[in-house]
């Protein structure tokens, strides 16, 4: 395992620091003085470069615990909004190496040739996440009027003490849970397959909560961003009162980083 | 909040992403920088088991169930939007909050505080070229 030593330019300085890596980009990207991600307004972003590639970095103190819902804000922003304007290859939060070379041998020299390949099959692209949840009344109202043995448990549950029929309130949950995935499936391959015309590839994502709808990420060509709003336009409003539905994006391509990786 | 626009069956189309969001985004997926090369932090390897909540439990059971208990179905098929949406803001309300979904819903309150505050511009990088066409 390497440890971190200080850059040069901070000789003397006896506080550790590491190169906190957000992701790759082009070589010829620049970064704005202004520009935060994690570690504060203090820490700028700058840039690792090699070759035609180059890493999006901030120098990082190590004594500080990384991880506050401000560090992990300021990753994905700086990466999204990165996302809008250049390709991207965003890493997962929390990779800080030892210092500047240590990220040129050991991150960008080794893999240069495939995350130059990756940015080259980016360009133009970003990606998109349709989030869509179910309306709770409306989604249990629609479980119970499609099932009658669900109906007949909820009547007979309904007026006894909770005391009484914590099993029965169980199996009664249980059974709408199962209910709410089955739909869960069919409205996610709803989605899917209304919005993959417009996209160079789907992801549909695990659900995240137990009233998600759906959850799939897209890649996109940015200039395409009106088509995807008018799909899921036409989605939510057939899904109106029942689903309500989000779009992300433009984001940098969390989602499809694996694919773009060459088989090992 | 967004209820407004789910009558309607608009879209709603937020212009920087949730904590809730980035917390599914950004702990498990994007570029894995190989373990051996990465400097160890304290707190990320927890950060990233903890982020993966999900699904539903006994709690979510119960929920489910005091929600359709106080339906009223037979009766009135059509309507009750006010009702409903009292229940619906009730049952949030009233779920309990379990291990780490309570703690990350408290720390998206404590993030919103944060991002109601007049956003600055997007500070963005950009690209070489693209700064000399202009």
Redesign the interface.
Known sequence: ????TAPAGTAGQAQAT?VY?Y????E?????P???GVGGESAT?T?VRHGRIAA?VTELA?DR???T??D??G????????A???PV??????????DRQ?TVD??LAPHHDWFAAALRELEGKAEY?V?ARY????V??E???SDPA??RL?VR??DKPEETT?SE??????A??TAIDARRQADGARVAQAIEPSTAGVVV??????LDAA?VAVLAETSREPEL?QV??DL??????RV?????GP??P??F?TELQPGE | M?SA??????????T??S???????????????DA?????????EL??IDARI???S?D??????????R?D?SQEKEGLPEL??D??QG??KHKVKGGVQGVLEA??E??RD??DEPAEP??????????EEE
Request: proline share 3%.
């Open positions: 395992m390497s440890t971190a590491g890596v992701g790759i980009v082009p010829d990207v620049e970064t704005d202004e520009a935060h972003v840039v999006l190590l615990p990384l991880g819902p401000d992990l804000l990753h994905e922003r700086l990466l999204d909004a990165t809008a304007v250049v290859l965003p890493a997962r939060f929390g990779a800080v190496l030892a240590a050991e991150l996440v989030r309306v709770e009344g409306a249990l109202r479980v119970i009027e669900l109906e909820r549950i309904r914590r309130r169980i199996a009664l949950g249980e709408i849970n994502r695990e659900a995240a909560g137990e959850n709003e899921v336009r939510a409003r057939d899904w109106a009162g309500e539905v989000r779009l992300l984001l940098a969390y989602d980083v | 967004t626009l789910q009558q309607s069956g608009a879209v709603d189309r937020p920087s992403a904590l809730a969001d980035v917390i599914d985004t950004i702990l498990d997926k994007g570029l894995v920088i051996y090369v990465r400097v160890s932090l304290v707190g990320i950060l990233t999900v699904v539903a006994v979510t059971y119960l929920r489910f169930a005091e929600a359709v208990n339906m179905i409903m949406q229940m619906t049952g949030a720390a998206g404590k993030v944060v991002i997007e500070r963005v990088p950009r690209r070489r070229r693209q700064a």
